[in-house]
């Protein structure tokens, strides 16, 4: 987490107290909720940009060359929405894959359809048929959760097993 990001939590969590100190309980309960999905987008986040570090360094134990490359506050459209947040790109020779996940960070940048927490695409170039847009959920149990969108109104939970065969498809493998 930046110092940035930190801040905000301790700004957040200091409005949120005076709101009940104050007898406005609608405010600290928006607050509260705002604080828990920023939670929930970031430890989303993390774990998508994780997995998908942590199957590239596999795949460099057994001989591949990945180069890794990643960078924070990166900026992406999803619709007409602008997302904020990170993006890792994977090379391989030739092959590029690129895993970028945010979410809108002000009343400018919009908001994320569907109901979600965050958005993400991962971006094979030059393969737009290994693509996938993600959307990242609270699910029933309360934890996050990305999930495929694969038509309107469909969509499918992704695991690791998802990312693996993003990194197959990375080094050519059948």
Known sequence: MSELDEAWALALAEAEQRARVAGRNEVAEYLALRNSNDLLRKIGIEWLIMTFTSLAAQANRVGASIQSYSADG?????????????????????????????????????????????????????????????????????????????????????????????????????
């Not at 149990?141 to 499918?156: D, H, I, M």
Request: proline share 5%.
């Open 74 to 174: 990166h900026r992406f459209a999803v619709g007409n929405a602008t997302m904020v947040g990170s993006l890792l790109t994977l090379r391989y020779g030739v092959r590029t894959l690129s895993i970028e996940a945010g979410w809108p960070r002000t009343p400018r940048d919009g908001f994320v359809r569907g109901g979600g927490l965050a958005c993400a695409n991962i971006k094979h170039l030059g393969i737009k048929s290994a693509n996938e847009e993600l959307l990242l959920i609270r699910s029933q149990s309360g934890k996050p959760c990305w999930v495929v969108l694969e038509k309107p109104g469909r969509s499918a939970e992704i695991h690791e097993a998802t990312a693996r065969n993003h990194i197959a498809i990375l080094l050519d493998e059948p």
